[in-house]
């Protein structure tokens, strides 16, 4: 390459964002990586282990962290992008705080944010003191202390899966394809830390999609003593002991079902971040019904937005593991540097 | 004198329409249940008979309800209605008056320019004919607006009118022609004659002044003659129907007959009453929000007179009641479509139209067979209570506001039971809004039993659709009480201390418990009572739905998104800090549908509850509520 180094603006430095600049680095471009939050690292850096072979997720941050220090990134955190315009021959984008910044191309990389427990009430999220989201829970894996609210040691614990997702009533038909090898992961997680809890894991469908993921689950039956049940929880409340009381039909048994519970787990879905809602509203990008970023093609222009000089990267695009957000990420590299190699 | 043969098509119209009615009205009294023909008869010696008279010429002559709606259309009514009232009163005394002799035949009063030509150029009787020429006018000028919103319906300030069939076409074209043709005929017969007053005086000189007047008007009459005659042949299977068939419903109404459960003589009289005017569409949600055009309350009244299988449309309502609010005839549309829902299957045949004449129909409710039973339910024995607490299966998916009602009644000191803690039986009501009256009954007994061996007094729940069924379908000797007011019982005999919320905040009216059951005043004390209320701008009896409604048994959510979506923006046009309901499904519908914090009127009372409650609790005694309420 001659001359300056050509310009890309990234949305976001999250798993997508960071992958994303690492490698137009490599490649010689200057990178401009805009955060939101304190720092880059997005959702995994509140992560204890990932699936499917439970590594440490400080491993994954320990090398998303490299790939930033580079001398081609300049990274601004606390901020985040308002709306992509045309400039010139390439793009500007207004930045939170008034300031404004133009580069060549853009990769938007918003990613997702946990659907809002409290959306489901039934569930009694932020009304009943041991009910805590997936989220939560890894934050206790991190403490490595799992606790009920009063301090005392759970001797049952329920994972309910699909929650916010695949479910019409809060607008939500998408799968967020992570949440089941999730549950099974922190049920193997649970029973590893706390031999005598019991825990329960309640689905509508265990979709084992990845490499592996179908192991992990059998592992879970027959060595961790998961149970499975196929079914939706209904409703929770609590007893005089405030314990849970869960309702739920037990669609295999073909019987309802009432179980008490010390702690329930709500398997929090992925749903299209608010940022990225706001950012594609100024901005003129595509949504689809699912409300996240609408690509050009779904086979072959899955990194493509209707705008000329705008990229998509990651789970902005739909929900992803991280496996697949870093293919992603890569792939829309890929055609970020042919359309700046075509200017 | 020219012949007078052109008289025939009216009078046999007329004769025929008046036995027709005599005939139909008979069947419908005798097929009518004892007691109902029993209100009707008692209704025919006392006040109903002269309400009935007040509110026909009121509202089937001027027409005040459609006329504080919309004063265009209800002008258009009015001059329609009234200005042929008084033709036809005008038109018999004038013919009583200045005709040949006493006691005329209808036909001389319809006909009495025909009949008496010169008649009308001095004194009495010209001032007689103005008046006469300006009552044609007045129904002209309707005439020509109703031309004016068939052709353009947004000049009338309506979005949908109601489709017409070909006899309610022929029928129209017949209405029409009538006055227009009288307005010619007599123009042209005083043109010939030198006769007639402003306007058919006016207009006939100018007529004769080019054209043979005495050999065109005859073609005139007879045109008028035969529009009155089909119009008369046409009106029991057309549209216009209505016009008769609604004095008829007053009558019954006023004294004291209601729709029931099953069709009846009512229900038919209710179905011909219809005169499709479309104002149900205009306010449907389903149809300005979801833009589902097709199931509204005219369209199942319509599919019931021609016998059409209407179950789609009959499944396909939210049951909000809105239409029923403003049916400007009164018809009782939410009963109308149960006793529909409650039908099994039904075939779909198209009547021909001979048949449409037929003086009875067929139509019973054959009620669908039970296709399940609740036999497994075990008889429980309840604890002993002063006061019931039943959340209801809605409640249970909404727990903050359980969490709300034992604070507040644990504040208050009420010794309360909760009937459905541990999960509770339906009260029954959705499966009556599916038209499954017998499963639901079984139901009903299960939870009546329960609540009789409480010997509670005071029975609180805190769902509408519950709180509605219990006082309707329910012997209880308990009092029935929402807990709305309930807790505004609390509040008024002193045993619930408030503190006061510096919020901003709308109500909605769940439609079970406003138009379904009449409590809109209690909850907004209550809400005045601790934050300030702003009004709405649809609320109380023209409430909203928030579109989660039980009672549609087909819409999808995709539909009822939207209209929730519609409805909760119109509730916070004002942005108020908070949306307010007393509906655990309205809460959990509008949650999904609007950016403002939705809460139920007990989570915002007991945000309003003094600090360190459970403590003050336990000094206080505990009271009694219901002895504050004098009928508890």
């Known amino acids: 390459m001659k001359g300056t180094p050509q310009h890309v603006i990234i949305a976001g430095g999250g798993v997508a964002?960071?992958?994303?600049?690492?490698?137009?680095?490599?490649?010689?471009?200057?990178?401009?990586?805009v955060e939101k939050g304190d720092e880059p690292g997005g959702h995994i850096l509140q992560w204890h282990a990932l699936f499917?072979?439970?590594?440490?997720?400080?491993?994954?941050?320990?090398?998303l962290r490299k790939r930033i220090e580079h001398r081609n990134i300049n990274i601004i955190t606390r901020t985040t992008v308002e709306k992509i315009r045309h400039h010139g021959g390439g793009v500007a984008v207004n930045l939170s705080g008034g300031t404004e910044e133009k580069a060549d191309a853009v990769i938007v990389a918003t990613g997702f944010e946990l659907?809002?427990?409290?959306?489901?009430?039934?569930?009694g999220y932020g009304i009943y003191d041991n009910v805590i989201t997936s989220a939560e829970l890894e934050e206790m894996f991190n403490r490595n202390r799992i606790v009920k609210a009063d301090g005392t040691v759970p001797s049952r614990i329920g994972l309910i899966h699909c929650v916010g997702s695949r479910d019409e009533k809060v607008n939500n038909n998408h799968c967020s394809k992570v949440c089941c090898v999730t549950a099974v992961k922190q049920a193997i997680e649970i029973r590893k830390m706390l031999p005598s809890c019991e825990v329960f894991c309640f689905y509508m469908d265990m979709r084992m999609y990845g490499p592996y993921y179908e192991e992990l689950y059998r592992e879970a039956q027959e060595f961790h003593n998961v149970n499975f049940i196929r079914g939706k929880v209904s409703e929770a409340s609590v007893n005089i002991n405030n314990r849970l009381v869960i309702k739920v039909e037990d669609t295999l048994a073909g019987r309802p079902l009432r179980m008490e519970l010390d702690i329930m787990v709500l398997m929090v879905g992925m749903e299209m971040a608010g940022s990225g809602m706001k950012l594609a509203e100024a901005s003129g990008m595509k949504r689809g019904i699912n409300r996240f970023l609408e690509t050009t093609d779904h086979h072959y222009g899955n990194n493509l937005s209707s705008i000329k000089g705008v990229f998509y990267a990651g789970t902005c695009t739909a929900p992803m593991n991280i496996t697949d957000t870093i293919s992603h990420a890569r792939a829309a590299v890929a055609e970020t540097v042919r359309y700046l190699n075509g200017k | 004198m020219n012949s007078d043969l052109f008289v025939i098509p009216f009078n046999l119209g007329l004769y025929f329409i008046l036995i027709y009615s005599v005939v139909r009205s008979t069947i419908w009294f005798r097929n009518l249940s004892r007691p109902d023909k029993l209100r009707l008869q008692r209704g025919f010696f006392g006040k109903p008979f002269m309400d009935s008279l007040k509110e026909i010429f009121m509202e089937s002559l001027l027409h005040r309800k459609i006329f504080r709606k919309n004063p265009v259309l209800g002008y258009m009514h009015m001059s329609l209605a009234f200005g042929w009232f008084l033709l036809i009163v005008f038109g018999t005394i004038e013919a009583d008056f200045f005709g040949e002799k006493h006691l005329n035949p209808p036909s001389h009063a319809i006909f009495f320019r025909w009949f008496n030509p010169d008649h009308g150029t001095e004194g009495l009787a010209k001032l007689y004919g103005f008046w006469m020429d300006l009552i044609l006018a007045f129904i002209l000028s309707g005439l020509l607006l109703a031309m004016v919103k068939r052709f353009i319906p947004g000049m009338m300030g309506m979005k949908k009118t109601t489709k017409h069939t070909w006899t309610d076409r022929i029928a129209l074209i017949s209405l029409w022609l009538i006055f227009p043709s009288r307005l010619m005929a007599e123009s042209f017969t005083c043109g010939a004659h030198g006769s007639g007053s402003f306007l058919t005086g006016t207009l006939g000189s100018a007529l004769a002044s080019f054209l043979p007047a005495a050999e065109i008007a005859p073609f005139f009459w007879w045109l008028y003659s035969l529009s009155l005659g089909t119009f008369f042949f046409l009106l029991p299977v057309s549209r216009y129907f209505h016009i008769p068939v609604e004095l008829l419903l007053i009558f019954m109404r006023n004294s004291g007959i209601t729709t029931g459960d099953r069709h009846s003589s009512y229900t038919e009289v209710q179905t011909h009453a219809c005169s499709s005017c479309g104002v149900c569409i205009s306010v449907c949600q389903m149809s300005y929000a979801a833009g589902i055009n097709d199931i509204q309350s005219a369209y199942l009244v319509k599919g019931l007179r021609n016998d059409r299988d209407i179950a789609a449309i009959t499944a396909n309502c939210l049951m909000c009641g809105r239409c029923e609010e403003v049916c400007p005839v009164g018809i009782e549309l939410g009963p109308m479509r149960l006793i529909e829902r409650r039908q099994g299957e039904r075939e779909d045949r198209r009547l021909r139209f001979t048949e449409r004449y037929e003086l009875t129909r067929r139509r019973s409710t054959i009620e669908k067979e039970p296709t399940q039973s609740y036999g497994y339910l075990t008889r429980e024995e309840p604890e002993h209570a002063e006061v019931l607490f039943f959340a209801g299966c809605m409640t249970h998916l909404t727990p903050s506001v359980i969490v709300a009602m034992k604070k507040i009644m644990e504040s208050a000191g009420v010794r309360y039971r909760f009937m459905d803690e541990k999960g509770g039986v339906c009260c029954g009501r959705p499966l009556m809004l599916a038209g499954r009256d017998k499963e639901a009954r079984e139901l009903i007994n299960h939870n009546s039993d329960i609540i009789w061996k409480s010997g509670a007094r005071i029975l609180v729940t805190s769902c509408p659709i519950c709180y509605k069924v219990f006082r309707e379908s329910y012997y209880l000797e308990a009092q029935v009480m929402h807990h709305s007011e309930f807790i505004n019982l609390l509040i008024e005999e002193g045993s619930l201390r408030l503190g006061y919320l510096h919020r901003r905040v709308v109500y909605h009216d769940p439609c079970e418990l406003g138009r379904g059951s009449g409590i809109y005043d209690e909850p907004r004390a209550v809400i005045s009572y601790v934050a300030e209320l702003q009004s709405a701008v649809q609320e109380g009896s023209m409430s909203l739905c928030c579109g989660g409604s039980l009672g549609n048994l087909t819409l999808s959510s995709g539909k009822r998104a939207v209209i929730a979506a519609d409805a909760a923006r119109t509730l916070t046009i004002a942005s108020p800090d908070e949306l307010i309901t007393a509906c655990p499904l309205c809460k959990k519908t509008f949650a999904q549908a609007t950016e403002t914090k939705v809460?139920?009127?007990?989570?915002?009372?007991?945000?309003?509850?003094?600090?360190?409650v459970a403590s003050r609790s336990k000094k206080r005694p505990a009271r009694h509520p219901a002895k504050a309420s004098g009928n508890g």
């Open chain 1, 17 to 33: 964002g960071i992958e994303a600049a690492g490698t137009l680095a490599d490649l010689g471009y200057r990178v401009t990586l």
């Open chain 1, 52 to 63: 499917p072979d439970r590594r440490p997720a400080g491993e994954v941050k320990s090398y």
């Open chain 2, 599 to 612: 809460s139920d009127i007990a989570e915002l009372v007991a945000a309003a509850l003094p600090k360190q």
């Open chain 1, 115 to 123: 659907f809002d427990a409290r959306r489901k009430e039934e569930y």
